[in-house]
């Protein structure tokens, strides 16, 4: 008689260095146990790299998942992942490339092909999910694969034929101590019909004026009649008790830069030569559009 397990395994689908597996490692060590990443998959080698020195126990492959085969890959009871979402969409132009990639603030020059996301797509979630049949998913994404790529009801019509109920949550990284920054998100959550459903109300710790004390606020939607979006945007966090707007806890960059370490001078830096010029020069300490940006921050903030 073959031996059930008695925990739950993961696949961390775009593992990167492991923030999500690191997630699910600081979520059993909180449960005493129970939880594992089975499987980790990334299309950049550096990445497997990282996460196998990470996750020494975790299965991984370096691979474009576009092209992999599920069948290949043990089955696990939850999957998460990162998709791109924009390539199947017919309308994937100028508009569209804000969800294909992130500037770094300092990049100092063309994107790096390890600084892309992931060659998966959101389709790949419906392949992967068809043949391993996952208990949970839980799928991260930009809130603009909601509100502006043309396939996502079609998306999850799939999702909902291959036996699965869903709900979107809309999340600040921010309130997810202790996250120092803020980035807007959007996480599906889809589960087996027949499961129960998971509680996936978020309700940050913040401090109430009018009633003088801490409270567990609630996410509050501006407009009820689209309950999706951005935080101050679209929603905002009430008091339970007198539905005062209220602004829950977060923790700054201040709390995690190394204040020792003075960093090199812009100006020090070893100039590079780029095609784009700025202030009439090709040679730059970085990438023509940063010393823009540093330019518009000086004239702000200076």
Known sequence: MPV???????TDQFCGAGGSSQGVRNL????????????????????IETHSTNFPDTLH???????????????????????ECTTHSPAGGNNHK?????????ESGA???????????????????????????IVENVV?????????????????TLGYNHKCVYLNSMHCHPTPQSRDRMYVVLWKKGNKAPNLDITPIAFCGKCNKNIESIQTWKNTQKQYGKYKQQYVYCCPTCTSIVEPYYYASFNIIDWS???????DKKLKYFD??????????????TMLRIEHGKEKYG
């Open 98 to 106: 804000s969800l294909k990639k992130q500037m770094d603030l300092f």
């Open 144 to 160: 603009e694969a909601k509100t502006r790529w043309p396939l996502f009801d079609a998306w999850l019509t799939a999702m909902h």
């Open 28 to 47: 059993s060590n909180k449960l005493n146990g129970g939880l594992e990443v089975k499987l980790a998959l990334n299309h950049w080698k550096l990445a």
């Open 261 to 267: 370490n003075r960093g090199v001078r812009i100006g």
């Open 111 to 137: 994107i790096d092909p390890a600084t892309e996301r992931s060659r998966a797509t959101m389709w790949d979630v419906c392949r992967f999910a068809e043949y391993h049949k996952y208990n949970c998913i």
């Open 4 to 10: 059930k397990k008695s925990y739950i395994t993961v």
């Open 61 to 83: 492959e370096c691979t474009d998942i576009s092209a992999c085969d599920p069948r290949r890959y043990p089955s696990t009871d939850i999957l998460v992942t990162s998709p």
């Open 276 to 289: 784009q010029t700025y202030k009439g020069s090709n040679w730059l300490p970085l990438a023509p559009n």
